[in-house]
């Protein structure tokens, strides 16, 4: 693994385990912007449930609107802010987008809390619903259909891998004289250098 690389893992890893040891409530939320096929850009809050060298992963419908975006224009920025960590601290990482191999999914998903996991059955993600009640009977008929035995992870559903190409480390500091450490792939070779705030 290129050194570079490994330092900005190391440097988020410890970074989270900082912020789950201040108290954040949710360490592993962040904002991921995605783009459409004619750029148009969208982004909401998902949880990180892995990380290492080859990127950051999250789990999805497919058939949502980040999953057809993703699909459409596979890059992505993912966004980390952790209030609870001294004045304030970032991570942010932009790259492409890659599907995780099914045998990731299904261990992942067989870790889903039953509920969990029958809600990824229920839901049409993204799509409008006439009513909440809608939703629930949807629920009811998988609950039923799967009662007495495992939840299989659906087709439709399955994690998508952010492969960096860029880490920036953001240390926010008194009066807006911030530290920024940007780590960016050039040519293959990992690169760092310090921006201004």
Do not use: C
Not at 30 to 42: F, V
Not at 127 to 139: G, L, T, Y
């Amino acid at each position: 693994m290129d050194p570079l690389l490994a330092e900005a893992i190391d440097t988020f890893t410890a970074l989270l385990a900082e912020a789950r040891e201040a108290g954040d409530p949710e360490p592993t939320a962040m904002t991921l912007a995605t783009a459409d096929a004619a750029g148009r850009p969208s982004a909401r809050t998902v949880l990180l449930k892995a990380h290492d060298a080859r990127g950051f992963v999250f789990y999805t419908n497919y058939d949502s609107r980040k999953g057809r975006q993703l699909t459409e224009n596979p890059h992505a920025a993912l966004l980390f802010l952790w209030k609870t960590l001294r004045e304030q601290v970032q991570a942010k990482i932009e790259g492409t987008v890659e599907p995780v191999s099914l045998a990731e999914a299904d261990a992942y998903f067989a870790t889903r809390p039953r509920p969990s996991q029958i809600g990824a059955w229920a839901s049409l993600q993204s799509q409008a619903m006439a009513s909440r009640e809608q939703f629930e009977a949807r629920f009811a008929a998988f609950e039923k259909k799967f009662e007495g035995g495992e939840v299989p992870r659906p087709p439709h559903w399955s994690g998508f891998r952010v492969v960096p190409e860029r880490i920036e480390i953001w240390y926010g500091a008194r009066y807006r004289l911030h530290e920024r450490q940007h780590y960016e792939r050039v040519d293959g070779a990992w690169t760092k250098r310090m921006l201004y705030p």
